[in-house]
């Protein structure tokens, strides 16, 4: 099956794109390289580089279209704003145009930002979201939900009927570029570095992260579904950064703590309801906290 995946360079989109591969897959990556994995394009994957933006042509056309381009980590999304909602207004639009074209199935990958600072805990699907447009965090946030309802207008328009929406919750594992500034690279490089963990606030917000394989596995099993409303995908187990912090100390080494302001929208609680991919796709995570940190531990110790 010939498969575009936009964003393939990156962390998610080149795990992505390694399991297309394994399965025998002509895997096409449109890609700018302006935060790509340090493991690179896979071998075998075609590399375009491109804008979503303004894309060239890609060669189609494609069963399967998988969006994934998108500036992801919030110094980078933060240091350009504008292109950040360019690539999931215009971007995503383009895509979409694609994929009617080629009468191909796409898949959104769209992100737990939707529900902003949540007000309901754990989020379901049918949570709308409570975010803030003034927030600097926002060009992120509505930039994905803007291209949710492009997708939906879309499919009710029957232009592109064969679409998916994953809502991705914070992943992790090897493939990380260690400097993307999110909290799972951010602490782990300075305790392997020796230097104190930088928390924000004052450690009580909560996270839930997802190890990047099951994430994948999630995302793969969405995409032959038939099912066509938006899920959520990521590990349901919550903890909050302090305690974070504790799994990184004790599996590097204490090295101190450095607490400063909380930035500016920091959600304060974030959960994902992931009964409707175990009950639709039979998918839940399978690996634990303990085990991802150490296999990213190791993938981190490789490149510093």
């Known amino acids: 099956m010939r498969v575009l995946v936009t964003g393939g360079a990156g962390f998610l989109g080149r795990a992505l794109v390694s399991r297309l591969l394994a399965v025998g897959d002509d895997v096409v990556v449109l890609d700018n390289l302006s935060s790509p994995s340090p493991l690179g394009v896979p071998d075998g994957a075609r590399l375009i580089v491109g804008d979503v933006i303004d894309p060239p042509d890609v060669g189609g056309p494609f069963a399967r279209i998988f969006h994934m381009a998108s500036p992801a980590s919030p110094p980078r999304y933060l240091l350009d704003p504008i292109g950040t909602l360019r690539a999931g207004a215009e971007g995503t639009r383009r895509m979409l145009d694609l994929a009617g074209s080629w009468g191909a199935r796409l898949l959104y990958t769209s992100t737990s930002e939707v529900y902003g600072d949540p007000e309901v805990h754990p989020q379901s699907e049918s949570y709308s979201g409570s975010v803030s447009l003034l927030s600097s965090r926002a060009c992120y946030d509505e930039a994905k939900r803007y291209g949710e309802a492009l997708v939906y207008a879309y499919r009710r328009a029957g232009v592109v009927e064969d679409s998916r929406v994953a809502r991705i919750f914070n992943t992790y594992g090897p493939g990380m570029d260690p400097a993307d500034g999110r909290i799972v690279s951010n602490l ?66 204490d090295t101190g703590r450095e607490h400063r302001a909380l930035p500016e929208g920091d959600p304060q609680r974030r959960r994902p309801d992931i009964n409707l991919a175990r ?26």
């Open 188 to 253: 782990l490089v300075q305790a392997l570095k020796g230097q104190p963990l930088t928390i924000y606030g004052d450690g009580a917000q909560t996270r839930s992260f997802c190890y990047v394989d099951d994430m994948i596995e999630g995302l793969l099993r969405l995409a032959e579904s038939d099912h066509r409303a938006p899920m959520n995908l990521g590990n349901p187990d919550e903890i909050t950064i302090s305690q974070f912090a504790d799994v990184v100390a004790q599996m590097v080494g």
């Open 279 to 304: 009950r639709v796709l039979g998918w839940e995570p399978s690996v634990s906290l303990a085990i991802g940190m150490e296999r990213t531990r190791t993938y981190f110790e490789g490149l510093l």
